[in-house]
């Protein structure tokens, strides 16, 4: 598509329920990010993708955090057994390669997720 | 480890007055340099990098963004600030780690308000 796409936009859910964020990278693009944005914080790295791997998984806050890519395309983050403090703007974010320097990362709008 | 300074929360600018925000980065080696602007619940939009050569760079939306090693700061400029550019700013470092992965952090931004 023309940028990166995540759904929901807006996930309401209880405590102790599990949640899949969704994020559609622009075509063509073979790394994929996912990021939490905390009120007040910057943006906190989880995981990147390069194709269907994940080299880099360190940013994870917990073992209830996983993602997965298939096809090299569509990435889904899982939150299971949601906390209220996993409340957060999830961001995605694409490029075209992750190692090239030149290539910046392209955002989609997050997903907003509230925890009740 | 890298790591990102915004020393200004919030900003207030009367429109058609000149900005500055500032950013300060700490990274051993040259590092990649990144400004990118959120809109209310919308996604990061990069609006300048630096990665080598001139220091001074060019952006879009008129921005500009100087690198001086020496202060170890990428500050972001606008001679006439309009009233579409109140929003969040993010300064972000890249750099390159073990696996070849453009590892980015961010800072935690700087609201941008603009008054009549």
């Known amino acids: 598509g023309a940028g990166v796409s995540q759904s929901p936009s807006n996930k309401v859910t209880e405590k102790g329920k599990d949640v899949e964020l969704r994020c559609d990278p622009i075509s063509g693009h073979t790394a994929l990010y996912w990021y939490r944005q905390s009120l007040g914080q910057g943006l906190e790295f989880l995981i990147y993708f390069q194709g269907n791997s994940a080299p880099d998984k360190s940013g994870l806050p917990s073992d209830r955090f996983s993602a997965e890519r298939t096809g090299g395309s569509v990435s889904t983050l899982t939150i299971q057994r949601t906390q209220q403090e996993d409340s957060a703007v999830y961001l995605c974010?694409?490029?075209?390669?992750?190692?090239?320097?030149?290539?910046?990362?392209?955002f989609g709008d997050g997903t907003r997720l509230s925890i009740l | 480890a890298q790591s990102v300074t915004q020393p200004d929360i919030h900003i207030t600018v009367s429109e058609g007055a000149s900005l500055e925000l500032r950013c300060n980065y700490s990274y051993g080696a040259t590092p990649y340099l990144f400004w990118y602007v959120q809109s209310p619940g919308q996604g990061l939009q990069l609006l300048l990098k630096?990665?080598?050569?001139?220091?001074l760079v060019q952006g879009i939306k008129g921005f500009e963004a100087e690198f001086k090693r020496s202060q170890s700061s990428f500050n972001l400029r606008k001679p006439s600030v309009h009233w579409s550019d109140a929003a969040e700013y993010f300064c972000?470092?890249?750099?390159?780690?073990?696996?070849?992965?453009?590892?980015?952090?961010f800072g935690t931004g700087t609201k941008l308000q603009v008054i009549p």
């Open positions: 630096y990665f080598s050569g001139d220091t």
């Open positions: 972000a470092v890249g750099r390159r780690d073990s696996g070849g992965y453009q590892k980015v952090t």
């Open positions: 974010a694409s490029s075209l390669v992750a190692g090239l320097d030149n290539q910046p990362q392209h």
